[in-house]
């Protein structure tokens, strides 16, 4: 009888092992049925976050022409009354976001930059434009730390730099489609209702991202820790201090970033002004040059960085870092080019190589940190890329255009341009440089 009770304890005692197992191994089935709905969903709610951040660039155009605005003031208001709020405010909220919900968060930032961007169409004057963009940051604050921390606890670690770069398609995607579609209604209608359109269909998309996305368990794929509360800013800044590939990678980014978001927003004006092109014609042209090249150097960055990143962690940086160095020649080609449709030829490749990072180093900053800091660190990182990146570049290439035109009249954003490429060869030492810190940084 004793006998019967042990044996009878110890079918128990399986069988809650084997339920725990179970269990684990449900979830784990559960993430892999759901990943491929997973990145739709983030993909487009992504695609509308540059929909909303792009759109301004080709209604630049008739905007200049309404309200009577200047390069420079065109600049601020496409680029710093856009990064103040976007990177003050994405701090705290991802700070949330390693507390709660980050679906939820999500959800509040979707229907805020939404009806933020149907109020840009409102404005009547530089200052009421430049406040309705400054909500617009408030909004998309929330948008992309907490999906990157998603992800990551969505894929394992062997697959995130391909996720990540399937995530960062929202961007070439979103950015053709907000030039083309602002082309497109500001040509038929007029540009505020470019803004209206958008924004109303984001505000309907939110209940819909919420109530089909469910939170994942966080951390489920990474090593377990003892410690798995989120940590204070303190404690997070304390880890990132101690790993210098962090901060020579976050500054090399927001450095290519100062080119590839200045390039977004002023490209549609140059083929404008240079090549005289109607708005319509320069937003399906470049729309077309943002999509193919930049889906294809995306997607090659991450499957390049989930290859050889592997082998060698270090090549996460090294390859984009080289992307970077390349892009150059291809930019001098297309910018001195008079013939237009080798100029939209050419620029396909730089794109595509100014975009291989997006993957691979969003995957590094993934892995510098444990799982209950990622959305914070992400935070920061974004803090730094974009304020330097979109607060610097779209205006530092407006700025010199207005320098450059007493000398060269039309053409002065060709030039200011090319000059712009300096920032993608500091781009590239600062990767080179943070390479040699990745190994041992990397968390666990």
Known sequence: MQEGIQQKSRQQEGGQKEYGQQKGSDQAGMLSGNRGYVLFILVLVYTFNFIDRQIIGILAVPIKADLGLSDTQLGLMGGLAFALFYTGFGIPVAMLADRFSRTWIMTGALTIWSAMTAVCGLATNFWQLFAARLGVGIGEAGGVAPAYSLISDFFPPEQRARALSIYSFGIPIGSAIGI???????????????????????????????????????????????????????????????????????????????????????????????????????????????????????????????????????????????????????????????????TFSILVIPTALGLMWLGPVISVIQHLVPPNMRATASAIFLFINNLIGIGVGTFAIGFLSDTLTIKFGNEALRYSILAGTSFYIIAALLFWAGSRFVEQDWEG
């Open 180 to 342: 083309v579609f602002g082309g497109v209604i500001a040509s038929m209608l007029d540009w505020r209702m470019a803004f209206f359109i958008i924004g109303i269909a984001g505000i309907i998309l939110a209940p819909i991202f919420r109530m089909t996305l469910k939170e994942p368990i966080r951390g489920g794929f990474d090593r377990k820790r003892e410690d798995t509360s989120p940590p204070g800013l303190k404690a997070i800044f304390n880890t990132l201090f101690k790993k210098p590939s962090f901060w020579l990678v976050a500054f090399g980014a927001s450095c290519s970033s100062m080119m590839g978001y200045g390039v977004f927003f002023w490209l549609p004006s140059f083929l404008v002004r240079s090549f005289e092109l109607s708005l319509l014609d320069a937003s399906l042209y470049y729309g077309a040059v943002l999509l193919v090249g930049g889906v294809i150097g995306i997607w090659a960055g991450g499957w390049l960085g989930d290859r050889f990143g592997q082998m060698r962690r270090s090549r996460f940086i090294t390859i984009p870092g080289w992307a970077f160095v390349a892009t150059i020649p291809f930019y001098i080609l297309a910018m001195m080019s008079e013939n237009m449709l080798l």
